[in-house]
């Protein structure tokens, strides 16, 4: 299947699908969406969207034959429901939408699986164990099952219906022949035969005998093969819901309102919402208030964090005719910006189609079992019809015929099948939720055990994300501790997270600190002020030369922003601040590189800064300065070099690349996009928690792929036994059991993980 994107262009129609049930849905609406004439179409199932695109018949010979135009958006509409679903065209920017109704489909399976379950259970247990059957236990039964496989079971009918009605079958096929066969078949027992006689208990027979068909009853084997696959679908359910949620993740990072001027002379300003704002308005960003688009300062300085859009650890200074962008929060000082980009045109809206055409593609992955089903439901049905006219056409009697017949279906009812991955993501997940690692389903797992390089953002992830004083350098007859000190008050006086990194040094070290009088906040170069009849200055000279410069290029050599300190005019020395390494994260490293994963540092800073971090950590391979639409290139160009790639992150700008990876893994500590774009999200810890990720991924796949094993080998194994004639249905009924109980008891072997 190719990569489907969620963000429609001039020469594209995007869909919203309804209806669908799994990975053979999305492909039968593919072919239907592909057999019109100048069409490409890619359906992406976990999202529920088609992308429409023209069909480019020229590309293969290379004529210029111009773009052919798409059918009416209708037309493909109507398309999609002459396959059996449902669609509708999609309205850019209605996330919200999609997200409601996601919301309200898991919440109906999950009233769906709620009601079954207990109507079910008591169902089980008295067809199981013959001492609780009591008089009339049946009826009571029979009254049970039927909300369930009638209400309960409705997905399974409608979908199965719908396939058939179009010429195909899927696993929804055998689910509703299944539970319609063990329901129709008990029914007629119960009024037919004698299985409704008043003080009937069940009977264990391994074999159909000739006198055995209408004596027993079934209900255990539809409302249970009901419930079971209502969990699974709900599950999966659940994980879809998590597909599309990064875009509204980035979109709610934005600005609700802005305060526009709206005159000069006096100045007046009002509050407009953010849609409202155009073109060359020119709006007021206090301290503390995030830009609201991209734009030019016209008015004021400050310092502005952008470490959620470019990774950057220190604050960018601006002043009057810089660059700002929107969603970067302004950390001190009155701005006034003039508005250059609005809407879909800003950075913060290109990287949400960023992350939602990365996410597109990689969730195109289907499922095992319904890859299979095109295969294993048609040999199902016509091993159960050969089974029935094969004991006919030997002299068995039409109840033993029929009940080996049901048998076949009620064996190959794929309740392990649909039990196997839930099960293992239910165990994998409850244990990584321990050890504070979310991961988001099937498709991760796959992805994680292949991978083979682990791409690793810097700030927040490999480093703490916060400043620290690294060196204090006296040069003059200052002592290290008076240095420190002058500099500290100053610096009282600025929010600069660099300015609250020297503050913290210096309380650190229990140092009383004096007022500073006339204090001066220097935009790009840091602050003065008098402190003890003395004019102190600290931060950054371009101009520095002879020993300031010597300190400014060692300092920069060692990965560490130099902060200079004079004292009227005389230099005293230096401060180093850096944003320190966590404290796992070398070990981390290590821990990587023993499991065979080659680690790539990734980030938007500076490259001194990058190398030394790198080499405090053990990572050979860095990759700095980069943009964050760079950093998804940095993984799709790994990827294309034959690399299965991890991205570790905690930023917005992390989001495209965790969205591109074969396996995101956000830190906990991070933005909320950035945990909605990847695939595992670990809640505390450090770095060293994402290897374990890694490694619980891996345990979780393992599992997972031998209850499909099992799951499938089950049938394979026993539907031979049941057609000839060697189990009878209440026994395939427990053998299936029986395997689903296996299959829960291998995953619950993840809950010892560790």
């Not at 696959?229 to 999966?236: A, D, I, K, T, W």
């Not at 875009?247 to 409202?276: F, N």
């Not at 371009?542 to 300031?548: C, E, I, N, Q, R």
């Not at 393992?702 to 209850?707: D, G, T, V």
């Amino acid at each position: 299947m190719t990569d489907a994107s969620t963000n429609p262009t001039a020469d594209e129609v995007v869909l919203d699908l309804e209806g669908m049930t799994c990975a053979s849905c999305a492909n039968r609406i593919e072919r239907k969406l592909n057999k019109l004439p100048g069409v490409d179409a890619a359906v992406n199932y976990a999202l529920a969207q088609a992308v429409v695109r023209p069909k480019q018949a020229g590309a293969a010979s290379g004529a210029d034959v111009g773009t052919p135009s798409l059918p009416d958006a209708q037309q493909l509409v109507e398309t999609v429901r002459a396959a059996g679903y449902d669609a509708q065209v999609h309205e850019v920017g209605a996330v919200d939408d999609g997200a409601d109704a996601e919301a309200h489909a898991a919440r109906t399976l999950l009233v769906r699986l709620v009601v079954c379950a207990v109507l079910t259970a008591p169902v089980i247990v008295t067809a199981m164990i013959p001492s609780t059957q009591f008089a009339g236990w049946q009826w009571v039964s029979m009254a049970l099952t039927l909300p369930v496989v009638t209400w309960g079971a409705w997905p399974f009918h409608r979908a199965a219906w719908r396939g058939l009605r179009h010429g195909s079958t899927s696993m929804d096929t055998l689910v509703s022949l299944g539970i319609t066969a063990a329901m129709l078949w008990s029914l007629v027992a119960m009024f037919v035969g004698h299985a409704g006689h008043i003080g009937m208990t069940h009977t264990f027979e391994w074999r159909p005998t000739p006198q055995s068909g209408l004596g027993n009853i079934y209900f255990e084997v539809a409302a249970g093969v009901t419930t079971f696959l209502l969990l699974g679908r709900f599950l999966e359910a659940r994980a879809k819901r998590r597909a599309g949620s990064a875009l509204r993740e980035l979109l709610a990072l934005g600005a609700r309102d802005v305060e526009v001027i709206v005159a000069e002379s006096p100045r007046e300003t009002q509050r407009i919402p953010i849609d409202r704002l155009r073109h060359g308005h020119r709006f007021v960003v206090r301290p503390g208030e995030r830009i609201a688009t991209d734009g030019i300062v016209r008015e004021g300085h400050s310092a502005i964090d952008a470490a959620v859009l470019t990774g950057e650890s220190v604050p960018v200074d601006v002043a009057e005719g810089d660059d700002v962008i929107g969603a970067t929060v302004n950390t001190h000082g009155m701005l006034v910006v003039e508005a250059t980009r609005i809407g879909r045109e800003t950075q913060l809206a290109k990287m949400g189609e960023m992350v939602a055409q990365a996410q597109a593609g990689k969730a195109a992955a289907q499922r095992l079992a319904d890859r299979v089903s095109s295969v294993f439901v048609p040999i199902v049905l016509a091993l159960s019809v050969v089974t029935l006219v094969a004991w006919l056409l030997i002299g068995a009697t039409g109840d033993m015929a029929i009940t080996a017949a049901v048998a076949v279906l009620i064996i190959a009812c794929p309740c392990a099948l649909g039990l196997a991955v839930p099960t293992a993501i239910l165990a994998g997940t409850g244990r990584g939720s321990t050890m504070g690692i979310l991961l988001s389903g099937p498709e991760a797992l796959e992805r994680a055990r292949s991978i083979t390089t682990v791409v690793l953002d810097k700030t927040g992830t490999v480093t703490s994300g916060e400043m620290h004083v690294r060196q204090v350098i006296a040069v003059a007859d200052a002592s290290e501790n008076e240095l420190l000190t002058l500099a500290a008050a100053v610096e009282q006086g600025s929010e600069h997270p660099i300015a609250r990194a020297i503050v913290h040094a210096a309380r650190e070290r229990r140092l009383d600190l004096a007022q500073p009088e006339g204090f001066q906040n220097l935009p790009g170069h840091g602050a003065r002020a008098s402190v003890s009849g003395h004019e102190i200055r600290v931060g950054r000279d371009a101009a520095a030369d002879g020993l300031a410069a010597e300190l400014t290029a060692r300092l920069a050599q060692q990965g560490e922003t130099p902060v200079l300190v004079w004292r009227d005019d005389a230099l005293l020395g230096a401060i180093s601040v850096a944003d320190q390494v966590a404290p796992d994260s070398a070990e981390a490293i290590s821990q990587m590189r023993a499991l065979g994963l080659q680690p790539v540092l990734c980030t938007g800073d500076h490259e001194l800064v990058a190398q030394a971090v790198a080499a405090e950590v053990g990572v050979d391979r860095v990759i700095a300065g980069v943009l964050p639409e760079q950093k998804a290139e940095v993984v799709r160009q790994l990827q294309a070099d034959g690399n299965r790639v991890a991205m570790v992150g905690d930023g917005v700008n992390d989001a495209p690349a965790l969205a591109t990876a074969d396996l995101g893994i956000a830190m906990g500590g991070g933005t909320d996009a950035a945990a909605a774009a990847s695939d595992i999200t670990l809640v505390r810890g450090g770095l060293r928690t994402a290897v374990d990720a890694i490694r619980l991924s891996r345990a979780v796949n393992r599992i997972l792929r031998q209850n499909l094993f099992w799951a499938f080998a089950y049938n394979v194994l026993a539907l031979p036994l049941a057609a000839f004639g060697l189990l009878s249905p209440m026994i395939a009924g427990i053998a299936m059991a029986f395997s689903s109980v296996l299959v829960v008891t291998n995953s619950l072997r993840l809950v010892r993980f560790k």
